[in-house]
């Protein structure tokens, strides 16, 4: 095994060699446009990660020049770039660059604005544009007629689209303006005289209002057409129909109404209909199935009414659909899905569908995603749910699903399984509680588990100790009897339990302070982030923003509503990561533990209605993040210790503690024992429902909302615990709509 000189002997030859090509290769292309070097040379903010290092821009990283030594390409995407001097884009620096015909500065930092003829009047031979996710504002200029894509998505743009844009943008091919705050009526004349050759519109995530014009129908060659998520109205165009090469039609979250044409079975090429959170109404067109290559099907939050048609059994290639928040109905377990094998997720939730779940849905091989909750189902859940080998979300409650254990038993073999909700179903049964402990492995993947909401009876089963994946358990408004199993505390990544109403007594087990995955950071990093298959909905319902993150149920435990007697463990304040503790109306006696006052990310705090005495600790001061407290109804006494925080809470908060005194209490505290109770104001009136009972317990909403959803809540609930409301969302509140119970 020697090594072998000679290779070492020629190598110097080699390089020389090398050296003498590239040498020659250089010599016969002219070097750069001077001009065109001093203007990108003044361009920019030069980053340290930009290779500009040559004498001859043509080698510069990101540009290439023609034969003339001219640039015509400039692509720096994602390099921090900022732009020199001034605030309007081009202005004389970067606009020297006559002969640029494509220019990709996507995902930098560029500030200011196109200037409104110089841009495109200097750069007049511009094809291609991507400036998307930088931080341009200003209004759109009026384009060359070169110009064929154009991408300012993701900036701060605002104004209107020029009505006469696309008739000077005549070989305009794509055209993106998604995710700014571009305003008014997208123009009407787009392909009607202009642009015939355009391909791609995406005017989503914008503030454009009006109808969608006609004339999109002219364009012959359109294949993706988005606009969601903005503040369209009016009734679909029925011209969209005759543009027959269209793929995608993407216009969720607008207020478009009027029924889905019978003629949009003309555009056989259609691949995603997206048109979820309208006011679409009328039925679905009967030869849907024509629509063969359809991928995408959602069309949930509408007023859809009438049966899902047979031939919708016909678009085998569908692999999502959501027609879920409508007002379907007829028998689901006529329908024959045994045709839909690509088809991942389902979602009919929310509708008056009738019938027992669809055996034929059991064909489906590749569902991962089932909700079929909130509907007049019937029946029981069949053993041939277990084909189903993927199925990892299954939410069935608000149905009248019948033998819970043999639901039970049947799904706890599902491998796949992570989220479970049968809540508001099998009302009255009893709580499956022999599912064999002994060699009990079922459920093994579950995450998530709501049996709330049911009225059953029994106790809280011991196989769900078992389930040592279990992070969520929602078993609240039930009827369950006994007390809570010391086991609880041992589930290693359990951090959100509600068992608020029910008839549970016994003391709080103090193993329950033990919590992993309240305890301590360091386990809560081990969580598992996968997304959710079907996004659950906030309390604000359809209103509010779609989660499909794990994240965003509650570290919480709520017991309210029991009869829960005995001290709080003084172990409470190992709970460092809990965010809502609800132990109200319950019979807890003995003085409030100061250790609670440890729990330093406490937002809310329950006590109402307990036999609580002695002072509320001083320590409680130091609750900062505290935007809930309630100890009212109980025996406590001493003066209220004054902080910032518990002085900011009402006086119904504290009251029904008769010697209870000082701020926000009206009665003060005398230095001498007396008797104020008589005047503590009963100024919060009972008979209106206090807050808390209209959140009731964050996990009963949470395992409810997550399957149904549509309560009213108070709003500044919404604000005060979730902080997730965003633009688009607060628009589509005001959008929105029909509550259903
Ligand atoms: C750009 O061109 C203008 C005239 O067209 C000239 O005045 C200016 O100096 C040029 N800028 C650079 C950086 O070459
Ligand atoms: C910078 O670019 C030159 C050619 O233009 C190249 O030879 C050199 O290796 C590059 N340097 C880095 C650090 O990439
Ligand atoms: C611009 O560059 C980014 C990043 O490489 C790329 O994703 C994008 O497609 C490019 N734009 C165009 C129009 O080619
Ligand atoms: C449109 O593009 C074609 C070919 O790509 C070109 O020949 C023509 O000049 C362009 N038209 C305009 C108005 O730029
Ligand atoms: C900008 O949009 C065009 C067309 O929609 C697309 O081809 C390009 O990849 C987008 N750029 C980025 C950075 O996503
Ligand atoms: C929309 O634009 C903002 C900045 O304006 C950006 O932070 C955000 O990521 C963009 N959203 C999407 C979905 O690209
Ligand atoms: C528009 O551009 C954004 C980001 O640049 C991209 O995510 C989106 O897919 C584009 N739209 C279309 C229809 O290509
Ligand atoms: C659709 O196209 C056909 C044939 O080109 C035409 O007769 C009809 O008027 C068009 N429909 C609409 C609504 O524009
Ligand atoms: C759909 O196609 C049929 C037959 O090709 C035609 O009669 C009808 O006008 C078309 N509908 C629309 C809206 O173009
Ligand atoms: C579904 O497709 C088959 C074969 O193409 C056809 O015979 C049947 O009539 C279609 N069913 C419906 C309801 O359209
Ligand atoms: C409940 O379902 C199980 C399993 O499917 C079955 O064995 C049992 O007979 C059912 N019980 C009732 C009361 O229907
Ligand atoms: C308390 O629980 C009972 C059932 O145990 C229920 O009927 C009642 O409505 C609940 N009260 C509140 C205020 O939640």
Redesign the pocket.
Known sequence: MAEQPPNHLTTPYVILFIFFISSTAISTKPACNKMDQDSLWSSFELSSRLNWSSNDCCHWEGITCDMAGRVTHL?L??KGLKLKGGNIFPLSLIGNLTHLTHL?L??NLLEGSLDQTGFFSSLSRLE?I?LSYNLLSGELPLPSSNIR?L?LSSNHFHGAIPSSFFQQAWNMTSFNVSNNTFSGAIPSSICLHSSPLIQLLDFSVNNFNGSISHGVGKCSKLQVFRAGHNNFSGILPNDIYNATKLEEISLPHNSIYGAISESIVNLTNLRILELNSNGLSGVLPRSIGKLSKLKLLLLQFNNLKGFLPSSLMNCTNLIELNLGYNSLEGNISVLNFSKLNQLTKVDLGTNYLTGVFPISLYSCKSLKAIRLSSNKLEGEIQPEILSLKSLSFLSLGYNRLTNITGAMKIVMQCKSLVFLAFPGSFVGEEMPENLSIADFDGFQNLRFLSLANCELTGQIPAYLSKLKKLELLYLGNNRITGSIPSWLGTLPRLYSIDLSSNLISGEFPKELCMLRMLVSDWTAAQVDSNDLELPIYGPGGPASVLQYKWSYFPLAISMRNNTISGKIPVEIGQLQLLHYLGLGNNNFSGNIPDQISNMKSLEQLDLSMNHFSGKIPSSFASLTFLNFFNVSHNNLEGSIPTSTQLQSFKASAFEGNPNLCGAPLPNECLPIKGNDAENVENDENDDQIPWLHISVVLGFIVGFWAVCGSLVLKKNWRYSYFRFLDRAQERCMANRRRPRS
Request: glycine share 0%; net charge negative; no cysteine.
């Open positions: 692509s995407p994602s990709n996507s995902h291609i991507d894509m991408n």
